[in-house]
């Protein structure tokens, strides 16, 4: 009996840690506070000293661990500075958290870190499409290649999509490589291919 009332016991604070673990913000909250705080642009640095999707200045994103300027930082990174500054203080540095009455919920300043794996709720970012498992060159043609070459519009591109590599989409390559520290070697294998999606806007 008693080996029984452990048991229970030991799977209700498995139950209650789980619980916990599972206490930040909501993927809604995230989008409105977002949308509140730069329509939801994570690359918008519109010179006033704060920058990317959640605002950051720079005392604060570099309090959290960030380097260089949270515009030029992929969305998953942003997100898990996010919620890492949520961890550490709560909604307390977003003014617009205030106005859309976002409240504290338990995660808030408990000081604990949180991995990639917990932030990449955050974002909610429409799935991309898989590698094509073919490394491209210039000159190569391939149906696959359109999706990456549309994708590269959203950089301010303005690619009609041919699904051909040739100058064009050689000049995006070698600048969202450069971007994002990638072998600059012109070659679209499954790195450069990720980045067009969740890498940093080529310079």
């Given amino acids: 009996m008693f ?20 206490a930040d913000p909501s993927v809604s909250d995230w989008q409105r506070l977002r949308m509140c705080e730069s329509t939801d642009r994570y690359d918008t ?14 005392p604060t994103w570099r309090s959290v661990g960030g380097t260089g300027l949270p515009s030029q930082a992929s969305k998953a990174e942003q997100d898990f500075r996010a919620l890492y500054l949520y961890r550490m203080r709560g909604w307390q540095p977003w003014e617009c958290a205030g106005k859309l009455g976002l409240r504290d919920d338990r995660d808030a300043r408990t000081k604990r870190q949180p991995s990639y794996a917990e932030s990449a709720y955050i974002g909610n970012h429409p799935a991309f ?60 294998g499954p790195k450069t291919w990720d980045a067009a999606w969740n890498g940093k806007r080529p310079r």
């Fill in 129 to 188: 499409p898989p590698w094509p498992g073919k490394v491209y060159d210039y000159g190569d043609c391939d149906p696959a290649l359109r999706a990456w070459q549309l994708r590269m519009n959203a950089f301010g591109y303005k690619f009609q999509g041919t699904g051909c590599y040739y100058a064009e989409t050689k000049d995006a390559v070698l600048a969202l490589q450069r971007a994002n520290g990638i072998k600059d070697s012109g070659l679209l």
């Fill in 3 to 22: 080996l029984v009332r452990l048991l229970a016991l030991v799977g209700l604070l498995i139950v209650v840690w789980s619980g916990a673990a599972s």
């Fill in 45 to 58: 640095n519109t010179g006033n000293g704060y920058y990317g999707a959640y605002q950051f200045d720079l």
